[in-house]
């Protein structure tokens, strides 16, 4: 908001705001919706903020909730639904003509597989 109210004070056109969320929340303020502030936790660093906002925003996507977010979700954030859709993706990728394709694809799966891994082994 602090970006929004800046923003006000100057001439702007909505379409130049490069960020989905200063977009959408600069357009909802225009239209005249209430929009709150709140302080979840006050003195935070900002790498305790950060782990926060990534923690609330994994909790919504992992509920279902990624269309009500205007925030940029990291690519780390995934449903198991949508990590498979990705893999069975990679894995139909093998059998393209493109060698390209098939290399960067096979290495992606490898990646993959190894952080799954790693994350068993961790967990």
Same mark, same amino acid.
């Given at each position: 908001?602090k970006?929004?109210r800046?923003?006000?004070?100057?001439? *702007?056109?909505?379409?130049?705001?490069?960020?989905?969320?200063?977009?959408?929340?600069?357009?909802? *303020?225009?239209?005249?919706?209430?929009?709150?502030?709140?302080?979840?936790?006050?003195d935070?660093?900002?790498?305790?903020?950060?782990?926060?906002?990534?923690?609330k925003?994994?909790?919504?996507?992992?509920?279902?909730?990624?269309?009500?977010?205007?925030?940029?979700?990291?690519?780390?954030?995934?449903?198991?639904?949508?990590i498979?859709?990705?893999?069975?993706?990679?894995?139909?990728?093998?059998? =393209?003509?493109?060698?390209?394709?098939?290399?960067?694809?096979?290495?992606?799966l490898?990646?993959? =597989?190894?952080?799954?891994?790693?994350?068993?082994?961790?967990?």
């Open positions: 908001m970006e929004v800046s923003r006000l004070k100057r001439d *702007f056109r909505v379409q130049s705001i490069g960020s989905i969320l200063q977009r959408n929340l600069t357009k909802a *303020f225009l239209s005249g919706a209430q929009v709150t502030e709140q302080v979840l936790i006050n935070l660093t900002e790498k305790a903020a950060y782990k926060l906002e990534y923690d925003l994994r909790e919504y996507v992992l509920a279902g909730k990624r269309d009500q977010l205007w925030n940029v979700i990291p690519a780390s954030i995934q449903t198991p639904q949508e498979q859709a990705y893999t069975e993706r990679l894995q139909r990728n093998l059998n =393209r003509r493109d060698r390209w394709v098939r290399t960067l694809s096979a290495m992606t490898e990646a993959l =597989r190894g952080g799954q891994d790693q994350h068993r082994t961790e967990t």
